[in-house]
């Protein structure tokens, strides 16, 4: 048992690194790459603090927080691509 | 601590482990095509195995078993929804005309639409003359 800081440790160290290509990525779309990287981690950081804190109902609030990004990233796409 | 825990602690181990890794491959790669395909597989890798392995590890805990109805519903959204995701924001990237890196030596969609606009051509002059 290594504890669950341990796992919370290895997320905020992903999010340190994509925050990096967010600041520094040449075109718009890395930057949005690595911003749609950011929210996946998200929601397995949600689901996490949902058993730290033992309430299952913030498992739902990561669920909503998936569709919104999802929705999100299709319409940034799609503005990039012209279309919107 | 009973075997499921311990089998629900692994996977989010292994899952965070790749979580790093998506990252560390969006640092590391190229250019937009090259972070967009490492980083984008091993993060849906990597929630599935926080996400299922979560509920997992509830269950162990002693919590309720609506614990992994719930996570497999999440994991299930995120496995449907990421590679939509990915496959428009590259789609966008190539319709912008980000160039591809120097080392790249395959390019399946400008040869597509290479012999698309061949055929378009041949076939031009065939409807004129009917």
Known sequence: ?84 | MNALAIIGEALVLIGTFFYSLSALGLIRMPDVYNRMQTSTKSATLGSLGVIVGTGLWAVGKGYSPAWIVQTIAVAGFLLLTNPISAHALIRAAYKRGIPLWHGSVVDKYAEYLASKEQVGNAEAPEEVSE
Request: proline share 1%; net charge positive; glycine share 10%.
């Open chain 1, 1 to 84: 048992m290594m504890g669950i800081n341990v796992y919370l440790a290895l997320i905020a160290i992903a999010t340190l690194l994509s925050t990096y290509r967010v600041f520094r990525g040449p075109t718009t779309v890395d930057r949005l790459v690595a911003v749609d990287i950011m929210t996946t981690v998200t929601t397995g950081l949600m689901v996490l603090f949902a058993l730290y804190y033992g309430r299952m109902i913030y498992i739902s609030v990561a669920l909503v927080y998936a569709l919104l990004a999802f929705g999100g990233v299709i319409a940034f796409a799609r503005y990039l691509e012209g279309g919107l």
